[in-house]
């Protein structure tokens, strides 16, 4: 299908679609949020907000002047069908695989990185993911519902199988999450430790990388739905990257800002900061 430029973009990202190497899109869903929702909004404020920052990087010494990147705009979604939601998302993602290019998406609730890990998974067989989170995510259900976003890594399992999900900054989830990830997936609680010999049993895999903006600490990121108090710091956050920026990251998705619980505008910022960052490396 023919894609057209977003008129609203990153700043920066508006390349036309057939001379980029990498396509940004937005998936606006917070449909089974389950505490306070407003992630939907995530995708348009940091593209409004995206001209308060440089497209230079003083961290990466790169600019993303000298990138080509695709803006597609957000995706549209119909309301109280989740399933159409993540085969929207799976379908686009799996264009822009097809042509030859790389996706990042901006969510948007957790739940839409399923959609996402469904069509790279297609391509890449062997697919591992990063996943930075406060929460586990790991959940079989949430009050019924098996797509949740407190189930999406669970269902990302179903997927890729065991020894395939690599977790970092986990503070949060009931007992019976922690107990089944002991025999599946790696957990590291808290912190980014151990980051640096995941990255050296993941060198030469493909490699999806989604991140969870409410791993950074409450007080670095009030903007998000579920803050979770003991997370980490940006320059930390920035410096576990910098190990994963080493793999062959060939997807990647930022979710979970909810603009309106951070009138002050610094989450967003944030978040505009971390995606050019990501737009840089990927």
Request: with cysteine; glycine share 8%; proline share 4%.
């Amino acid at each position: 299908m023919k894609m057209n430029r977003n008129i609203h973009t990153f700043i920066a990202c508006d390349h036309e679609y057939e001379d980029s190497d990498i396509v940004l899109f937005g998936a606006p869903f917070d449909g089974t949020t389950s505490y306070r929702p407003g992630t939907r909004f995530a995708s348009a404020a940091i593209r409004n907000e995206s001209y308060g920052i440089e497209t230079y990087s003083p961290y990466l010494d790169k600019d993303l002047l000298d990138r080509k990147v695709f803006d597609a705009g957000d995706l549209e979604f119909g309301f109280g069908n989740t399933e159409r939601v993540l085969t929207t998302i799976e379908s686009m993602t799996e264009q822009i695989i097809k042509d030859g290019k790389k996706p990042l998406m901006i969510g948007g609730e957790h739940l839409v990185t399923l959609g996402s890990v469904r069509a790279v998974a297609k391509r890449y067989p062997d697919l591992h993911i990063i996943h930075f989170d406060a929460h586990a995510d790991l959940r079989d259900d949430y009050l019924g519902e098996k797509l949740s976003h407190a189930s999406v890594m669970r269902r990302c399992h179903e997927i890729v199988g065991d020894d395939r999900i690599y977790q970092f900054g986990i503070r949060s989830g009931d007992r019976e999450e922690f107990l089944w990830a002991k025999d599946h997936v790696f957990t590291q609680k808290f912190n980014l430790d151990r980051l640096e010999q995941v990255v050296e049993l993941l060198r030469g895999k493909p490699v999806y990388l989604t991140i969870d903006l409410d791993v950074l600490d409450p007080s670095v990121f009030p903007g998000t739905g579920t803050p979770e108090a003991g997370g980490i710091t940006f320059m930390e956050l920035m410096g576990g990257l910098n190990k994963v920026y080493q793999l062959e990251i060939v997807a990647m998705d930022m979710n979970e800002l909810s603009p309106i619980y951070d009138q002050s505008g610094a989450s967003t910022a944030l978040a505009c900061k971390l995606l050019r960052e990501l737009l840089l490396q990927l």
